[in-house]
Nanobody
Framework: QVQLVESGGGLVQAGDSLRLSCAAS????????MGWFRQTPGKEREFVAA????????YYADSVKGRFTISRDNAKNTVYLQMNSLKPEDTANYYC?????????????????WGQGTQVTVSS
């Protein structure tokens, strides 16, 4: 059992930055790939970014590439999502997730554990 808790969301203006954090309650955190997904009411959950267990490999959705950066600090059992140049279309509830098998990191169906989400709202 892995528990994930997101934080760092809030209300910002277009062009601003936010850094989301996801703290994991697991001694084996470093063995999991981690991902960020987002969802807007009435829409499907979409992939945002993912990072391998070591941090050596990262993946990004085209919509956030060049603006968002995923990173992790295994010593702190925490994964981060640095979001720069935010746009109104980035508004969503952001979820972090853990993938213990490192398979198809862009697919939410492959993740084993999910956080409760943190809301990001970007005003125009």
């Amino acid at each position: 059992q892995v528990q994930l808790v997101e934080s760092g969301g809030g209300l910002v203006q277009a062009g601003d930055s936010l850094r989301l954090s996801c703290a994991a309650s697991a001694l084996t955190f470093s063995g999991y790939a981690m991902g960020w997904f987002r969802q807007t009411p009435g829409k499907e959950r979409e992939f945002v970014a993912a990072i391998s267990w070591s941090g050596a490999r990262t993946y990004y959705a085209d919509s956030v590439k060049g603006r968002f950066t995923i990173s992790r600090d295994n010593a702190k059992n925490t994964v981060y999502l640095q979001m720069n140049s935010l746009k109104p279309e980035d508004t969503a509830n952001y979820y972090c997730a853990a993938n213990r098998r490192h398979i198809d990191l862009t697919s939410g169906a492959r993740y084993d554990y999910w956080g409760q989400g943190t809301q990001v709202t970007v005003s125009s």
